[in-house]
């Protein structure tokens, strides 16, 4: 079939949009848009697989297969979410969102689905019919840019409709082709915020009431605003105490809320590289790919249980026994599996050195090499992810041959012998003394007290104080006050998408505190945060600010125009 030239110039723009930089979008999105007066495009951030995975089974329902290979993500600061301001999408990313969105449109409107998903019908199925075209691209349009289209993004999608119609014969393939030119728009596979003239407060900015609903509703639910947020957001209620603290209720008691804190866990935690990981069959023949998998999985369980399910003391993460497993797993842990299901929940005795979510198989072997344990990336991870410390890259002429000779002694020695190249000491003395208590698991996470013939010794130094295998690293975890901090610093951080400046140490103390007198229950920290008028404070791109006419012409100025 021939594609309509309406169609093909909206893949051509789309296509040049999307392969800019974020910023180079956010330039292009406020020409192309003639932003609404006094309006200004804030940040553009890509959304990740699984925001488009739930956005698409949101609006069209868990039946509409995703086929489809993603582009890499991005960390900075610790976080994907951040990192995704800095993501654009290449041409083969594209060609893949064009292709997906083709199969995702070609089932919406396929005759299975109509009933359910049109409220409408043409007057005649080999016709266009541009009432029932509008309503549709209307209704669905609102949802995938989570805001009202303008009257010309609604006509630029009729006249692709139409002639996708005219050429052939049928006005669900015209439909799917409109539908198809929104699943590959900007506004769809970027999270756009805008900020506007704040009417309270003469010569400020305020996030507009559709970007207000869009973090809400990413941070809660990790998906698009439904149909009631946007509403709210249409008509003001965002902007009022109430409305917001209204909304905010209504999107923490929904059980979708596990799908938005188990989003942010995943992304802090970093729990993502298990499909890619590596492990030396001749000294790991127990791994594969089946262990990945359930290792990851039992991370998931263990931490939602504890922190969603049960709402939990966040610090408990690193001192309970208590988690899920499943046959494969019993397996590797060497404990029985007595369940007919295939995942049951299991407590780790007194006795055993397996406490707090480190010391699990998924942490253990995701940061440690294909054939070797790794102190060094074990107690990098837990400094960066617990206590947002990360570590400098080492010097690019450190000799790391007698690091990697898994023959010779223990790892331990080896790098007591490393740390004596000048440059090393400051960060290994800091980095690696949790992943030496940690030293009785191998790169797979199994429990060993040998290696090479040698007794391992599982006792550090941190600061002056010792910590003595997996139970000394959850003890000092759990007693250190930059663990809480650190989660409050992340949470903020993956909610308004950008890295905090050092001008918010204020309010974090004070978000710590609260934190701190309800608990530490992770579930009240999203409402604590989203409550707070920081969670929506205008932040402009760096290096831009807003001229003193701005409010009223809507222009954004340079470095050379201030």
Known sequence: MKLPRVFVLSIFFCFNVL??????????????????????????????????RHTIDDIFGAGIEINARFEPEQREAGLLAVGSSKLSITASGFEQHVALATSIATQVLSEEKRATLMRCEPAAAEEFDATCARQFLST????????????????????IASAGARQTGDFYVGLQLALSSLLIAPEFLFRIERAEPDPVDSGSLRLDGYSKATRLSFFFWNTAPDRELLEVAGNGGLHTEQGLLAQIRRLSESPRMEAGVQAFLIDMMQIEGFENMVKDPAIYPKFNQLIADSAREQMVRTIMDLLVTRERDYRELFTSRETF????????????????????????????????????????????????????????KIHEIFLCEPTPDPPADVDFSQVVDSTAGTVRGRLLDHMQNTGCTVCHQRSDPPGLALEHFDGLGQLRTMENG??????????????QGAQGVAQFLYEDSRVPACLVRNLYAYGVARRPDAGEQTYFRSQV??????????????????ASPEFFKVVLPEGLKVRATALTDGVMAGPDQQ
């Open 513 to 530: 505190e609260t934190f701190a007198e309800n608990g530490y229950r992770v579930p009240g920290l999203f409402e604590q945060i989203a």
């Open 325 to 380: 497993i499943n046959r494969p797993l019993a397996a590797v842990y060497q404990v029985p599996f007595a369940s007919t299901e295939a995942w049951t929940a299991y407590t780790f005795p007194e006795s055993s050195e397996r406490v707090g979510i480190f010391s699990q198989i998924g942490f253990l072997a995701l940061f440690s090499h294909p054939g070797t344990s790794s102190p060094t990336r074990r107690g990098i």
């Open 454 to 467: 040698s007794l391992i010794d599982d006792s550090a130094e941190l600061f002056g104080r010792t910590l």
């Open 19 to 52: 392969m800019a930089s974020s910023e180079g979008l956010a330039a292009a999105n406020e020409e192309t848009t003639s932003a609404e007066k006094g309006q200004f495009t804030l940040a553009v951030r890509r959304l990740t697989e699984s925001q488009y």
């Open 140 to 159: 669905y349009g609102e949802l995938l840019f989570r805001r009202p289209l303008s009257e010309a993004e609604i006509e630029s999608r009729l006249a």
